[in-house]
Structure formats: structure tokens, C-alpha cells
């Protein structure tokens, strides 16, 4: 259940990186937290 919750989440955050990619570092936090969370 929790693994469903957090790749809905990872992929929202993704989508929202993917619409202002200029924001490189967001991108880098949020590849953190997913890896963290796996």
C-alpha cells in the first residue's frame, strides 16, 4: 500500500519538474527522495 502511495507521489512531483524543468535542482531533491523512499 505505502509503495503505491509513494510512486503516485513521485510521479506528481515528476510531472510538476517536467512543466519547469529550468529548475534543475528541484529535479536533483526530488531524485533524492524517491531513491531514499526505494
Known amino acids: 500500500m505505502e509503495s ?7 510521479l506528481s ?5 517536467i512543466e519547469r524543468r529550468k529548475n ?3 529535479m536533483g531533491i526530488i531524485y533524492k527522495m524517491i531513491m531514499m523512499h526505494v
Open 4 to 10: 503505491i502511495i509513494c510512486c503516485s507521489l513521485s
Open 13 to 17: 512531483l515528476l510531472s510538476l519538474v
Open 24 to 26: 534543475h535542482v528541484d
